[in-house]
């Protein structure tokens, strides 16, 4: 069984099982292979944008023989997929706002499927987004890698809350009671220190970031 570190099994196991998966952005492979190891789909579209990774996964497939069951694609987004063809889309490793743009780019694809979101930065901005843009969130995970920490989004087509806070899509109130929500909100604190911080100190004073992020960090400390 191909080993997978924490965030890729936390993403792994917000699957479920269907006909067709699609991992865009797959580089390695190493979700695709797992997927068919247990045979959770009977197809993977394995795609992504750059030669360099699709080959790293096109080896990797077929070392463990799955040629016939991984399929790869080279393209953009989900420009590679066909409407209602993956019953399931994972977008993972890839910064928050790189994710939006690649749904808002083909939005009747990504609103068709369940999508499995694991941004490594911009989750307030591709929350957001996706609540007010036709799509519900519908569960969320946090992992943590020793130091760093990581959020898992599932998302699908829906009525999703709308927060007139804005700090609710920094850190929404279905987080609290998770196992792994000190190390979330410990990251958060410094995040918005160092950019309050980093503003004062450039003599940003008056901008609409900084007053945004002292709002933020005081909602914060209610916490
Ligand atoms: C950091 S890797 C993450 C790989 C894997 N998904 C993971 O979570 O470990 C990001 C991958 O996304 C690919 N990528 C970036 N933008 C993309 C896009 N618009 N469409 C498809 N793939 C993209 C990159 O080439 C790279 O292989």
Do not use: W
Request: aromatic fraction near 8%; hydrophobic fraction near 35%; proline fraction near 4%.
């Amino acid at each position: 069984m191909i080993s997978l570190m924490p965030r890729l099994e936390a993403v792994y196991n917000k699957l479920s099982p269907c006909n067709t998966i699609a991992d865009i952005g797959c580089d390695h492979a190493y979700i695709p292979i797992r997927i068919i190891e247990n045979n959770l789909a009977n197809t993977v579209i394995a795609t992504d944008l750059n030669k360099g990774p699709l080959d790293i996964a096109m080896s990797n497939i077929k070392k463990h023989g799955f040629e016939d069951r991984i399929k790869t694609r080279l393209g953009s987004g989900l420009r590679t997929l066909d409407k209602g063809e993956a019953q399931e889309i994972i977008i993972a490793g890839m910064g928050g706002e790189v994710i939006a743009d690649i749904i808002d780019a083909d939005k009747d694809t990504a609103i068709a499927s369940t999508l499995i979101l694991q941004p490594m930065n911009s989750q307030y901005e591709i929350r957001k987004y996706l609540v007010n843009n036709g799509f519900k969130i519908t569960a969320e995970d946090i992992v943590t890698e020793g130091f760093k920490v990581y959020n898992i989004i599932v998302a699908g087509r829906g009525e999703g809350e709308k927060y007139e806070n804005d700090f609710y899509y920094q850190l929404p109130p279905y987080l609290y009671s998770h196992k792994n929500f000190k190390p979330l909100y410990d990251k958060k604190m410094r995040e918005f220190v160092k950019v309050v911080s980093g503003l004062e100190k450039s003599g940003d004073t008056g901008s609409e970031k900084l007053l945004k992020y002292k709002f933020f960090l005081e909602e914060l400390k209610k916490i």
